[in-house]
């Protein structure tokens, strides 16, 4: 049995500040499960986009949302995401699913739908979990042990995100300005949704990234799920390591 407590991590913050890096390192350094969850909201879009659906139309995508089997796993050295059995790791990290994510994703019940599968995950992770997202620290697990909010300047997360996209000699294949403003935009439609949209939970870490590598996120975020962990042991963690 594992001497550490299984402890339930909340990682929320807008788009591009290292929640997912941040998270997959982290869980694999303390082998936690690992939970992208907005790879589900790009599942049911990319599933949504594939069989017809306008996602422009709030009513059309209210009658899909219980349509598609979304499953994800929850390594974290190798994350996956499928839709209707279809391996959608690839196809929702393109342009079009970027696109159309915040529009599906502001629909009631396509929130029902992906935050019930997101607290079953949860629930099932024995071993403690890292969940990441936008809204896990204020609606999906309001009990997480840890609840951390990562933050960076929209400068800082552009240059991120051009950073990903290359072409084959190796220049950037985007310009910055664009990418700052659709970052900026998303950030937008996300926090003004009505329904449970992106906010740091009142008791939550706020740790800002722009001047940090990434190295030393993870590393900030392993000490804070540390003590964490250390604040759930109670006495059979103790009796445990009185033994040893
Ligand atoms: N502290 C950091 N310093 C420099 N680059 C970073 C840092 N954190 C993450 N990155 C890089 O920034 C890019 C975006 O990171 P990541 O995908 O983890 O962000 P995110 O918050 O999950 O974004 P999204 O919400 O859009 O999925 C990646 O290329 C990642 O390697
Ligand atoms: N908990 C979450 C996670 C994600 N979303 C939505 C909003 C994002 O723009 C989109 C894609 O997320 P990303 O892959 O960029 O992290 O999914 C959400 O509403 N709630």
Do not use: H
């Not at 807008?14 to 982290?26: I, L």
């Not at 996956?80 to 699913?97: K, W």
């Not at 009990?143 to 950073?163: H, I, Q, W, Y």
Request: hydrophobic share 40%.
């Amino acid at each position: 049995m594992s001497a550490t407590p299984a402890v339930i991590v909340a990682i929320d913050g807008p788009s591009g500040t290292g929640k997912s890096s941040t998270s997959k390192a982290v869980a694999a350094r303390l082998g936690l499960s690992y939970l992208d969850t907005g790879a589900q909201y790009r599942a049911i879009t990319w599933w949504m986009l594939n069989n017809g659906v306008d996602t422009a139309d709030a009513d059309a995508v209210a009658a899909a949302a219980g349509k598609p089997s979304i499953v994800s796993g929850t390594d974290p050295l190798s994350p996956a995401i499928s839709a209707d059995g279809a391996d959608a790791s690839g196809p929702i990290r393109t342009q079009e699913v970027t696109a159309a994510v915040s529009a599906v994703s502001a629909v009631p019940e396509v929130r029902e739908r992906i935050t019930g599968l997101q607290r079953t995950i949860a629930a099932e992770a024995r071993g403690g979990i890292v969940v990441e997202g936008r809204d896990i620290g204020t609606t999906v697990l309001p009990d997480a042990d840890l609840k951390v909010f990562l933050t960076a300047s929209p400068e800082a997360r552009a240059a991120r995100r051009n950073g990903e996209l290359k072409t084959a000699d190796g220049t950037s294949v985007s310009d910055l300005a664009a990418t700052q403003q659709a970052l900026t935009a998303r950030d937008r439609a996300d926090s003004s949704r009505k329904t449970s949209p992106l906010k740091k939970a009142d008791d939550a870490v706020e740790v800002d990234t722009t001047e940090l590598t990434l190295e030393q996120v993870v590393e900030c975020v392993v000490t804070l799920v540390e003590k964490a962990a250390a604040g759930k042991e109670g006495p059979a963690q103790d009796r445990e390591k009185a033994a040893r």
